[in-house]
């Protein structure tokens, strides 16, 4: 099949005006090569890196979707060297013989896989197997098709002289090579011509950056063979250029770069992908770090080198805030060191008023802290809240739909404040905090509790006497009667069955039911053995729907959640008497 399209490509591109005739210096700008490897990663591609390092050399690899996950660290290695990635299929089919939904499976199968490396949304070039497509198939796949001109006809050969004859004697400016980097051969003679076309004075570029340099689009859809000169070459793309500079104590990074290309970057030393920093403006940034950034048309090859930058100015210590009977005090461990700090909800800033000593707080209190030291930089502000009960948090503030029930269930001792302020409010509870959490609740004090079943719940555990209470008084039966998976995150609907349980428990006389779960635009998600309980809970009032008119049957009840629920339940089953609601 190859040799047949090879033929025929032959023939097009004599017929296009793209002789098969040993190349003559192009006549305005650089002399421009585009090498694919195709039917990778495999035995010989890191061998091959290392000599396209060596060489300064940038190649596109079209890789088979089934072999990404086993030579992951080689498809990472060439996506950070600034090698073109593409796809190649899932596992090589012949498209055209293939069903619609298999061509689109072969196409997605290997995306998702490269993107496992490279970041979701990164863009792809594709090549069909063997090269056969048609214009159905080409609807199909919605990417680029990158055909060649020149087959070096090394899966035939199998040697090294005469895959680097061929690029040698039919290499055009403009030309895109086919090659396979599967092969020994293949590599050892791709090496080879590498060198002597180098001399000639070609560069080495990926496809995208071929198409990209002399102006041209690659189209979705559409077959590119090649892409001879035409009189246009805007040049590689320069590396992003860093500065740093210190402002009042913060350390901020200043980045710029050529016109029309955009700045990814990373603070942890790990390379940019799609899913890293897009530099929109100055930033702050904490030391010690180290910066790496690159200037991109398409970070996934049409990119610059990238430019780092390690910054290991020290920051000082982060204050520690400590509240005791309403009042603050704050301390840090760099030596001499002075720390700065607001009440108003207004960022602290080296110029800030200076801590001094102890603070008595008022209720409702914003408060924020930096410390800075001489050779030091000053640090990122630590802030909190201190409610008006007293309670301190550091990932809770005014104005959430969630604060005022938040405080007063710590108030109430019904949820934990979390350790050093941290009430993580968007965090999950399990099915396991969830029933330790209504036992705690209802203050139960019952002796001679019979032990629940559950084999996954040692007697030893704390959990254990709220899920015997539980299980003794039917609010939960586990999963197949020895299994109650505690560290599951519970749903809202299975909350929904415990509650409802609870109340009938507790003998409280629930709204009499409707079977209407109409009003919820995801109605339909409700499991059928969930929707009575559902149902109660909402005409109480205990659990409601979101903003978008969902009820989230399956999605897991946050910390925040749980304590507005608990609040709620306070309303019906009072164990606060007094309590300002």
């Known amino acids: 099949m190859k040799r047949i399209l090879s033929l025929v490509l032959m023939v097009v591109l004599l017929l296009s005006g793209f002789s098969l005739v040993p190349p003559a210096r192009a006549a305005e700008g650089q002399k421009l090569l ?10 010989y591609t890191e061998w091959l890196l290392d000599g396209l390092k ?3 050399v940038k190649v596109t690899f079209f890789m088979i979707g089934n072999r990404v996950e086993g030579y992951a660290d080689l498809v990472e290695r060439a996506y950070r060297e600034g090698h073109q990635v593409a796809n190649h299929s899932w596992s090589h089919p012949e498209l055209t013989t293939q069903s619609d939904s298999t061509v689109t499976q072969q196409v997605t199968q290997t995306r998702q896989a490269l993107d496992a490396i490279c970041g979701s949304g990164t863009t792809y070039l594709f090549r069909a197997p063997y090269g056969s497509t048609n214009e159905h198939i080409r609807s199909l796949i919605g990417m680029p098709l990158i055909q060649w001109n020149l087959d070096t006809r090394d899966w035939e050969s199998r040697d090294t002289t005469a895959v680097k004859n061929m690029m040698l004697n039919y290499a055009q400016d403009g030309s895109i090579i086919l090659l396979h980097d599967i092969h020994a051969t293949s590599v050892s003679g791709a090496l080879e011509a590498i060198d002597e076309l180098l001399l000639q004075g070609y560069e080495f570029v990926t496809v995208n950056e071929l198409f990209r340099r002399r102006g041209v689009a690659l189209t979705e859809g ?5 892409c001879p000169p035409n009189g246009t070459d805007l040049g590689p793309i320069t590396a992003p250029v860093m500065t740093s500079a210190v402002t009042d104590g913060q350390l901020y990074i200043t980045m710029s770069a050529q016109e029309g290309a955009e700045i990814y970057y990373t603070t942890d030393g790990s390379f940019p992908n799609q899913e890293s920093h897009h530099y929109t403006g100055t930033f702050p940034i904490e030391s010690p770090c180290t910066i790496t950034a690159v200037a991109a048309y398409n970070l996934n090859g049409s990119r610059s080198e990238p430019v780092v930058q390690t910054i290991d100015t020290p920051t000082a210590q982060s204050p520690v805030i400590r509240i ?12 001499q060191a002075t720390i700065h700090y607001t009440l108003d909800g207004n960022r602290a800033t080296i110029h800030s008023p200076e801590y001094t000593g102890p603070i008595t707080l008022r209720s409702g209190a914003l408060i924020s802290a930096t410390a800075i030291a001489e050779g ?5 502000p630590v802030n909190g809240y201190y409610t008006k009960r007293g309670n301190f948090f550091r990932d809770v503030y005014p104005g959430r739909w969630y604060t005022d029930a938040v405080d007063l269930a710590v108030a109430g001792k019904f949820l934990s404040g979390g350790s050093d302020g941290f009430f993580s409010p968007c965090a ?8 330790k959490l209504l036992y705690d609740y209802a203050q139960i004090q019952r002796d ?12 030893d555990s704390s959990l254990f006497p709220a899920l015997s209470w539980a299980y003794d008084t039917g609010l939960v039966t586990g999963y197949g009667g020895e299994l109650f998976l505690p560290n599951h995150p519970i749903s809202r609907q299975e909350l929904a069955q415990i509650l409802s349980r609870y109340l009938a428990y ?3 006389i629930l709204p009499e039911r409707s079977g209407d779960l109409s009003r919820f635009a995801d109605a339909g998600e409700i499991s059928p053995w969930a929707a009575p309980y559902v149902e109660d809970m909402v005409s109480t009032g205990i659990l409601l729907g979101d903003e978008l008119g969902g009820f989230q049957p399956k999605y897991a009840v946050t910390r925040a959640q749980m304590a507005t629920i608990l609040i709620r339940l306070e309303t019906i089953e009072p164990t606060l008497p007094g309590a300002e609601l």
């Open 222 to 226: 559409e077959l590119h063979y090649s």
């Open 324 to 335: 005791d009977d309403g009042v603050l005090s704050l301390s840090t461990t760099t030596p």
């Open 376 to 380: 030091h930089l000053a640090c990122s």
């Open 54 to 56: 060596d060489r300064g």
């Open 506 to 508: 507790r003998s409280k």
């Open 34 to 43: 585009a090498i694919t490897f195709d039917d990778g990663p495999g035995g």
């Open 448 to 459: 001679g509790i019979p032990p629940a079943p559950f084999t996954d719940v040692p007697q």
């Open 428 to 435: 999950p509870v399990t099915r396991g905090e969830a029933v």
